[in-house]
């Protein structure tokens, strides 16, 4: 049996197998089918046996350059951002938002975002859809109460600030959030609050803390050419004693607030209802005055003209409705004295039948079958 060359190194024939193998597989030469036998030399890697058109073989090469020049001759810049460019380490511009061209392995781009940013002090149990988070702060009131501050801010970084900011501050959004606003506002917000005592911050205006906290932040982050733009403390936190003593105690003086007012109230109100009595009294008073100026004033016209009594009760008579009924089922209850000249006060006629004044009409004599006696029967009681 004759000797194979390649049985010389057991352990060479077994790492070059797979390789033979492949090439046994995908070998031979250009031209000719079939595979080259093992330990053959020459010729190459046949594509068409891989069944693939040579077309689209070359095309995907052609997107892969494409992608390749993409990917290192051009950098995107989001909107919101900006990128200090830097060439060998050397910080040549300032790139805004779009596409832009840099020469691939020379130029880096660092970025930073130039739109608001959200930095928040919270609770642990609580969230946040901030930016940046951070944990509660502790600290201590003026008169020694200690207690747990949380806030919120929001800043941003000017883009015409970006060089200054990469070469002194930091060359991330994070690193500027640490070095510079989680580290200003932490420290000055802990020593701010020692200025005030625990009954000025759980119950005092909040608003008027948060301004001054903002102004004295505010150069603070100039300096390191960041701006704040808003800058909000939160009701700070103090151990549950200390608050249900000052829950109970401003509950005592809201129950003497409201006494005082209701007392201040009822005061009010006795002080209108007298105001009301005396301007009724006076009303009164008034009234009896008019009423008894009108009656002297009658009682001066009647002496004046006494003839007014006469046409008062002429006046009198025109209203009164006259009928004609049987007088012996009538009870008079008012005699009315005729006047003179009348047949009656001389006797003639008939002495019950009852005669109105000299201005009524006379009623027509009665007939043979009843004896009938004209009767005044007045709609309204006048008096002359």
């Known amino acids: 049996m004759a000797e194979d060359p390649n049985d010389g190194n057991d352990a060479e024939n077994r790492t070059l197998r797979p390789v033979r193998n492949a090439g046994n597989m995908y070998g031979g030469q250009r031209g000719g089918g079939g595979s080259r036998p093992s330990g053959g030399g020459g010729g190459g890697f046949d594509w068409d046996q891989l069944g693939i058109p040579k077309l689209w073989l070359a ?4 997107l892969a350059l494409l992608f390749v ?47 608001a940013t959200f930095f928040e002090v919270l609770d642990e149990q609580d969230r946040s859809e901030a930016d940046f988070t951070s944990g509660p702060l502790d600290g201590v009131t003026r008169d020694g109460q200690p207690v747990t501050l949380t806030f919120n801010l929001r800043y941003l970084i000017p883009r015409e600030r970006v060089t200054e900011i990469y070469s002194q501050i930091g060359r991330t ?7 510079v606003v989680k580290f200003h506002s932490r420290s000055i917000v802990r020593q701010f609050i020692q200025r005030y005592s625990s009954a000025e911050l759980y119950s005092g205006d909040l608003a008027s803390v948060s301004q001054l906290m903002k102004d004295e932040l505010d150069p603070l982050f100039a300096e390191s050419y960041v701006t704040l733009q808003y ?16 829950s109970q105690k401003q509950i005592a003086r809201e129950r003497i607030e409201t006494a005082a007012n209701e007392a ?13 009595a005396q301007g009724e009294s006076n009303a009164q008073r008034i009234r009896a005055e008019g009423e008894a100026e009108a009656i002297r004033l009658r009682g001066q016209a009647v002496r004046d003209n006494p003839e007014i ?64 006696t004209p009767v005044p ?8």
Do not use: M
């Open 377 to 384: 029967v007045p709609t309204q009681e006048t008096t002359p």
């Open 69 to 115: 020049a993409y990917s290192g001759f051009t950098a995107r810049v989001d909107a919101g951002e900006a990128c200090a460019v830097t060439r060998f380490g050397d910080i040549t511009r300032v790139a805004g938002p779009g596409l832009q061209v840099k020469l691939p392995f020379v130029e880096q781009y660092h970025c930073y975002r130039t739109a």
């Open 173 to 179: 959004d994070t690193d500027v959030n640490e070095r």
């Open 231 to 246: 800058f909000e403390i939160k009701r700070p936190r103090f151990n549950d004693t200390y608050e249900e003593a000052i």
């Open 59 to 62: 095309i995907a090469a052609a």
């Open 309 to 372: 009594i006469q046409l008062n009760y002429i006046d009198a008579l025109r209203t009164i409705n006259w009928a004609i009924l049987d007088g012996s089922q009538v009870n008079q209850f008012l005699a009315i004295t005729p006047p003179a000249g009348d047949p009656a006060a001389t006797g003639g006629g008939d002495p019950n039948a009852t005669t109105p004044s000299a201005t009524a009409t006379p009623a027509p004599e009665p007939t043979a079958t009843a004896t009938q």
């Open 264 to 276: 201040e109230a009822a005061e009010q109100d006795a002080v209108r209802a007298a105001n009301i």
